[in-house]
């Protein structure tokens, strides 16, 4: 592989139960698709593709110098953003930038199946103005 591109076959990545991830309750099974010391220099911390079993949960904790953004696959469950509780399900993506915080609860009744995939924090851009609306936040 030239320094272009990049594959990683599924039977490479580790996988394991991650037991109280971030102070949460239960087991969730973890799997590290990519560590970003597998890619030096381009940005990204991780990505991994997380399971959630019914009643399991992350533990609401903070961000301070890294972009962290949640893919739901499949199932439904409640994101608490910066002590806000939203409902998320199959297709949306949440996010927390530095100096916000988060967590995921599996309040459904089937997996809750998430890619996080986490960045390099960027520069905060400027607070917009009421002729500058957020378009896409919640």
Same mark, same amino acid.
């Given at each position: 592989m030239n320094k272009t591109t990049y594959v990683k076959k599924r039977k490479e990545m580790r996988r394991q139960p991650l037991e109280q991830c971030h102070g949460g309750t239960g087991a969730l099974d973890w799997t590290c698709v990519l560590n970003g010391e597998e890619l030096p220099g381009r940005g990204v911390n991780f990505i991994?593709?997380?399971?959630?079993? !019914? &009643?399991?949960?992350? #533990? @609401?904790?903070?961000?301070?110098g890294d972009e962290e953004y949640y893919y739901i696959i499949s199932g439904r469950g409640i994101m608490t953003l910066n002590q806000e509780r939203r409902e998320v399900a199959?297709?949306?993506?949440?996010?927390?930038? !530095? &100096?916000?915080?988060? #967590? @995921?609860?599996?309040?459904?009744g089937e997996?809750?199946?998430?890619?996080?995939?986490s960045i390099k924090g960027m520069p905060?851009?400027?607070?917009?103005?009421?002729?500058?609306?957020?378009t896409g936040v919640r």
């Open positions: 991994h593709d997380d399971i959630l079993p !019914p &009643g399991v949960s992350i #533990g @609401l904790h903070p961000h301070t199959a297709g949306d993506i949440t996010a927390v930038f !530095p &100096g916000g915080t988060h #967590g @995921l609860e599996n309040t459904g997996d809750l199946r998430i890619i996080v995939i905060q851009p400027p607070t917009p103005t009421s002729s500058q609306p957020l």
